[in-house]
């Protein structure tokens, strides 16, 4: 319960529809017990006046008394129908306030939650698997907000009607309540376990609903990889078996199910025939009257589901603490990459150094970049190149502080970056990253992701640089063509390209290029480095890479192998090395590597 008082805060931000809700309810419970009020008069004043009406022989008097008793009874009828109406018009407002309020804070919580996915650094995520982090925001939050609303509609309701009923009940005859009250804990504890059971159930089948849809998802994505394999049969098997475990959970549910309405039914049962025993001998007795005996069957109806609900918002309760406890251990992770106190504005010149910088990956132990300095003067450009794992992209993420380095410290025109303003140095950084991702969203909107600013114009500047526009412009409707599953399916290179496009339309002083060139033709690599030279002519430039672009006169190019830098030089310089870039150039010539780009 302990870790629902985080929640207390929505519920003081909602006060006003809180205490509505609250007193809507109790209004709603008022109006409700005058039916058996009533019901009771009526039945008193039948029992009391039928003899005396049966031993009129006199016709005109009878005529009377039945004229009499019907103007009472529709008297009756009448207010039992008017209080029915206004209970049920306060039970309207009742769930218009506190189920109203529970889509609001619902609403806040997403947000909440949503923004603090977006302040925490790469590490995080590169720890937590992404079903998680969905099933905190979707089942987390609808789990939540089952508390704040139907939860505490039916807790206040329970409560409310208990003490108001019971407390009549007493009034009436203490011993006779006891009586009927003796089977309802019992239901309230039958409801709470055959809860947990279905809920049980219930969250066994989502779990296997969720792998069915990835089988599904994931044999759509892959269904060319399936097919050329000739592995339908056991894509067909796998599913198969996915959903005979949905089945089986889910026949297993229906049966607990079908049991859960006969067992309410025999309770409900069980307590009216206790009631109209108990109650027949007290009204032989003469210690209550027949109208004691309506009033009390239905106050016993009244009950029920009070009762009922206590086993159903016991486990509501419980789900939601679980989840609140898992939302609260998450909004208290403070991203290690942060702002720091008093941190400062930078406009970037483009001197970037890395002093003795060591680095290693918190989760996996791996250390990435040893003990390494490298200084780039504002205009220069480097090309950093080495084999696969050999840390170069590492380097691009400590760059942009997508992580901090242990030991040393990355340096832009002499500052700290640690101590500079997040916003202020990705804004001036553009980084092309390795793995491109585009959104479900236009050609040009993905294009000025960084920049929402930009108009068509500098857009096609950009896809023009990056060699893009002529393929964009290729397609129907240009650059408002939808990419991903709503629209076209781009090829490796276009999308490579319209991610350089993202960086160039940025127009900064500092670039870093994470080997996006790798799924372009040898033509098109030529003609975008074309395009770049000319663009990058007084920018600061990284461009990491696998190849050797010897068309490229880079400053410097460091040749990096297990997170050290191994060799550098200018191209010329290097290859009278001998070394790791020698062979690899001459690997590269001889075709045994990726082709030389001349
Ligand atoms: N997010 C990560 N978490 C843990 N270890 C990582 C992570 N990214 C990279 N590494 C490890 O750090 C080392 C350097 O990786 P990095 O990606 O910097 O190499 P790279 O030279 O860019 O390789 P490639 O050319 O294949 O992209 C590798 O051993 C890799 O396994």
Not at 35 to 57: E, K, T
Not at 543 to 570: N, Q, S, W, Y
Request: with cysteine.
């Amino acid at each position: 319960m302990k870790h629902l008082a985080t929640l207390n805060k929505y519920f003081i931000k909602y006060k006003w529809r809180f205490l509505t809700g609250l007193i809507c309810t109790v209004i709603s419970i008022v109006f409700s017990v005058f039916q058996p009020i009533m019901v009771r008069q009526i039945f008193d004043l039948l029992a009391q006046n039928l003899d005396n009406y049966r031993l009129i022989s006199d016709t005109g008097l009878k005529g009377f008394f039945r004229a009499e008793f019907s103007r009472v009874l529709a008297f009756y009828g009448i207010s039992i129908l008017l209080f029915a109406l206004l209970s049920g018009f306060f039970l309207y407002l009742q769930r218009q306030t506190l189920i109203v309020m529970s889509r609001y804070i619902e609403y806040d919580l997403k947000n909440e939650i949503y923004q603090h996915y977006q302040v925490l650094d790469l590490n995080f995520f590169k720890m937590h698997r992404t079903g998680d982090l969905m099933s905190r925001i979707t089942e987390d939050v609808s789990r939540v907000r089952m508390y704040v609303g139907p939860a505490i509609m039916y807790a206040t309701r329970t409560v409310f009607m208990i003490v108001i009923v019971v407390y009549l009940m007493i009034e009436v005859n203490p011993l006779l309540t006891l009586y009927t009250l003796s089977p309802l804990p019992l239901l309230a504890l039958i409801i709470y376990y055959v809860n947990r059971i279905i809920h049980r159930k219930s969250e066994r089948i989502q779990a296997q609903l969720s792998n069915i849809t990835s089988i599904a998802q994931e044999s759509y994505s892959g269904i060319r990889v399936i097919k050329s394999y000739i592995q339908e049969e056991g894509s067909i098997k796998h599913f198969e078996e996915a959903s005979e475990a949905y089945k089986e959970s889910s026949v297993s549910l229906a049966k607990t199910d079908a049991l859960f309405q006969p067992s309410m039914a025999l309770m409900i049962g069980l307590s009216v025939v206790l009631t109209i025993f108990a109650g027949g001998i007290q009204v032989i007795n003469g210690v209550i009257t027949v109208g004691n005996l309506a009033e009390f069957v239905i106050y016993v109806n009244m009950l029920m589901f009070p009762f009922f609900s206590i086993g159903m918002v016991a486990s509501m309760i419980q789900r939601a603490s679980a989840s609140q406890q898992r939302l609260n251990e998450f909004l208290q992770i403070e991203p290690q990459i942060k702002n720091p106190v008093g941190a400062r504005n930078i406009t970037i010149e483009g001197e970037v150094t890395f002093s003795n910088v060591s680095f290693t990956y918190p989760h996996t132990g791996i250390q990435a970049i040893k003990d390494f300095n490298l200084t780039i003067k504002p205009g220069q450009k480097i090309a950093v190149i080495g084999r696969t794992g050999s840390g170069k992209s590492t380097l691009a993420q400590l760059l942009i502080r997508m992580y901090d380095p242990q030991e040393g410290a990355v340096l832009i025109d002499g500052q700290d970056i640690r101590q500079v303003k997040l916003e202020s140095l990705r804004t001036q950084i553009s980084y092309v990253p390795q793995d491109v991702f585009l959104f479900s969203d236009t050609i040009a909107n993905n294009i000025r992701f960084g920049t929402p600013e930009a108009g068509i114009e500098a857009v096609q500047t950009a896809a023009r640089q990056a060699s893009v526009e002529r393929d964009i412009l290729g397609f129907k409707e240009g650059f408002d063509t939808l990419v991903g599953e709503r629209g076209v399916t781009l090829s490796g290179g276009q999308k490579q390209r319209i991610s350089i496009a993202r960086g160039l339309i940025k127009d900064p002083n500092l670039l870093v290029f994470d080997d996006c060139l790798s799924a372009v033709d040898a033509r098109t690599e030529k003609e975008i480095i074309g395009n770049l030279y000319a663009y990058l002519k007084d920018k600061t430039a990284i461009i990491i890479t696998h190849r050797i672009f010897a068309l490229f006169e880079f400053d410097k190019i460091i040749v990096l192998d297990d997170g050290r830098i191994v060799e550098t030089g200018t191209h010329e310089e290097l290859l009278s090395l001998n070394g790791y870039y020698t062979d690899l150039y001459a690997r590269q010539q001889s075709g045994e590597e990726e082709p030389l780009i001349e």
